[in-house]
T-cell receptor, first 114, second 117 residues
Framework: AQKITQTQPGMFVQEKEAVTLDCTYDTSDQSYGLFWYKQPSSGEMIFLIYQGSYDEQNATEGRYSLNFQKARKSANLVISASQLGDSAMYFCASPRGGFQKLVFGTGTRLLVSP | GAVVSQHPSRVICKSGTSVKIECRSLDFQATTMFWYRQFPKQSLMLMATSNEGSKATYEQGVEKDKFLINHASLTLSTLTVTSAHPEDSSFYIC?????????????FGPGTRLTVT
């Protein structure tokens, strides 16, 4: 079974600083992947970044990077140079059932202050 | 590309009535669509998975007779909440797979906020 854990219910960061959002996972699968999504107050789910278990390098997408540590089963999201528009809920998720279904963590609410 | 729309974005209905929510993939063929439910300040919970032309697969604890899902075409899936009650009030989000790029990625619709009075 796939289980995703996000232990930080809320995080605060000042504008222009970097922030790390934690995500740990529990899986017995040999091949798996980790997603991060952003959900602003409007409710839409915005795809940020993906890392596959066999990807050798940590994924990066603009200001987003994934600190993937397989031995620790963690896939933390790093947001560099935070912006006010980054304030939102952030969910870590992983597919199960042959990449069919997504299992989501409980989310972390990020608040970026000026 | 890979845009998913939902309609309506908000709906208020009276207890006992049925509500239909549409999920459309606008620029790709969605072989699989997913329906999620999200209560305030909580995470997304998968309700069901639907593949075009076949019956939906419901998650444990989701009443299939109450939440009717129809995936009639490669671009449209509908969720009908039958005989809605106030406890069905929630945010319903659909997602779709089958985009031309990475097949593991799900593209989410903007969600539908249902309020049952």
């Amino acid at each position: 079974a796939q289980k995703i854990t996000q232990t930080q219910p809320g995080m605060f960061v000042q504008e222009k600083e970097a922030v790390t959002l934690d995500c740990t996972y529990d899986t017995s699968d040999q091949s798996y992947g980790l997603f991060w999504y952003k959900q602003p107050s409007s409710g839409e789910m915005i795809f940020l970044i993906y890392q596959g278990s066999y990807d050798e390098q940590n994924a990066t997408e603009g200001r987003y990077s994934l600190n993937f540590q397989k031995a620790r089963k963690s896939a933390n999201l790093v947001i560099s140079a935070s912006q006010l528009g980054d304030s939102a809920m952030y969910f870590c998720a992983s597919p199960r059932g042959g990449f069919q279904k997504l299992v989501f963590g409980t989310g972390t609410r990020l608040l970026v202050s000026p | 590309g890979a845009v998913v729309s939902q309609h309506p974005s908000r709906v208020i209905c009276k207890s006992g009535t049925s509500v239909k929510i549409e999920c459309r993939s606008l620029d790709f063929q969605a072989t699989t669509m997913f329906w999620y439910r999200q209560f305030p300040k909580q995470s997304l919970m998968l309700m069901a998975t639907s593949n075009e032309g076949s019956k939906a697969t419901y998650e444990q604890g989701v009443e299939k007779d109450k939440f009717l899902i129809n995936h009639a075409s490669l671009t449209l899936s509908t969720l009908t909440v039958t005989s809605a009650h106030p406890e069905d009030s929630s945010f319903y989000i659909c997602s779709a797979r089958g985009g031309r790029d990475r097949t593991y990625e799900q593209y989410f619709g903007p969600g539908t906020r249902l309020t049952v009075t």
